[in-house]
């Protein structure tokens, strides 16, 4: 079993910076591929970017491509999401998941085993 927290979000003026941590309980974190989603009001939820146990593997949104980056600390159970040059249209809820039958990461929510509660993200114009 593993438990995710994300923090991190807030409110920041478009152009700004955010930095999302997820942070996972249990001793198998590093088993995991790991992945961040997002949720805007009224929209399904949508892929941002995935990272592999090791850091080796990433792969990004497009819509996100050269903005965000994604990273993982295994000593400390920890990944984060860099996102530089927020947009209006990056506002959500974000979520970072647990896959364990993907481990080189998925941009598919349906192979991740475990959610975090979501942090929300807004970016005003």
Same mark, same amino acid.
Request: with cysteine; glycine share 4%.
């Given at each position: 079993q593993v438990q995710l927290v994300e923090s991190g979000g807030g409110l920041v003026q478009a152009g700004g910076s955010l930095r999302l941590s997820c942070a996972a309980s249990g001793r198998t974190f590093s088993t995991y591929a790991m992945g961040w989603f997002r949720q805007a009001p009224g929209k399904e &939820? +949508?892929? *941002?970017? #995935? %990272?592999?146990?090791? @850091?080796? %593997? %990433? =792969?990004? $949104?497009?819509?996100? !491509? @050269? &903005?965000? #980056? *994604?990273? &993982?600390?295994?000593? !400390?159970? #920890?990944? =984060?999401?860099?996102?530089?040059?927020? !947009?209006? +249209?990056? #506002? $959500? *809820? =974000? =979520?970072? $998941?647990?896959? &364990? %039958?993907s481990p080189s990461g998925s941009r598919r929510d349906y192979e991740y085993d475990y959610w975090g509660q979501g942090t929300q993200v807004t970016v005003s114009s």
């Open positions: &939820r +949508e892929f *941002v970017a #995935t %990272i592999n146990w090791s @850091g080796s %593997i %990433i =792969y990004y $949104a497009d819509s996100v !491509k @050269g &903005r965000f #980056t *994604v990273s &993982r600390d295994n000593a !400390k159970n #920890t990944v =984060y999401l860099q996102m530089n040059s927020l !947009k209006p +249209e990056d #506002t $959500a *809820v =974000y =979520y970072c $998941a647990a896959s &364990r %039958i």
